[in-house]
């Protein structure tokens, strides 16, 4: 089968999506952003569970640096590899795991700050932070 690589739009062609140029300059931009990503969260971590007293303000950092790097290293890395691809070569289970993941953090990161508008006091607390000293 061939592929059609243009759009018709009220008689007019137009170019196709995947230029050379952004096949390159978006994955690149996204490699730094992963980079960078990774460094920072990874030494959020590092910090607060190496030198930290472990209070629930900086438990709730770390779970959130956590989820960050999660989402950094799954999300953003397969979408930086689709997208230098014009069509999806990952597999038909890569492509259904990458889109529950999309839609995990999308309402992990919608609800857990409505959670923690109840969380208001110590003897409000559904896990101990201290455990993790």
Same mark, same amino acid.
């Given at each position: 089968?061939?592929? /059609?690589?243009?759009?018709?739009? /009220? $008689?007019? %062609?137009?170019?196709?999506? #995947?230029?050379?140029?952004?096949?390159?300059?978006?994955?690149?931009?996204?490699? @730094? !952003?992963?980079? &960078?990503?990774?460094?920072?969260?990874?030494? @959020?971590?590092?910090?607060? *569970?190496? /030198? $930290?007293?472990? %209070?629930?303000? /900086?438990?709730?950092? @770390?779970?959130?640096?956590?989820?960050?790097? %999660?989402? !950094? +290293?799954?999300?953003?890395? +397969?979408?930086?590899?689709?997208?230098?691809?014009?069509?999806?070569?990952?597999?038909?289970?890569? *492509?259904?795991?990458? &889109?529950?993941?999309?839609?995990?953090?999308?309402? @992990?990161?919608?609800? #857990?700050?409505?959670?923690?508008?109840?969380?208001?006091?110590?003897?409000?607390?559904?896990?101990?932070?201290?455990?993790?000293?």
């Amino acid at each position: 089968m061939e592929r /059609n690589d243009t759009a018709v739009f /009220n $008689g007019t %062609t137009l170019p196709p999506f #995947f230029h050379e140029e952004y096949t390159i300059l978006i994955p690149s931009i996204w490699a @730094v !952003i992963i980079i &960078v990503g990774c460094i920072g969260n990874g030494l @959020v971590i590092y910090t607060l *569970c190496k /030198n $930290g007293e472990m %209070t629930p303000t /900086n438990c709730y950092v @770390v779970n959130l640096a956590a989820a960050d790097l %999660t989402f !950094i +290293i799954v999300v953003v890395t +397969i979408s930086a590899i689709a997208f230098g691809m014009p069509d999806w070569a990952l597999g038909d289970p890569m *492509c259904k795991i990458s &889109v529950y993941m999309i839609y995990c953090f999308g309402i @992990v990161r919608a609800i #857990f700050p409505l959670f923690l508008v109840l969380w208001d006091s110590e003897s409000d607390l559904p896990f101990d932070c201290s455990a993790l000293e």
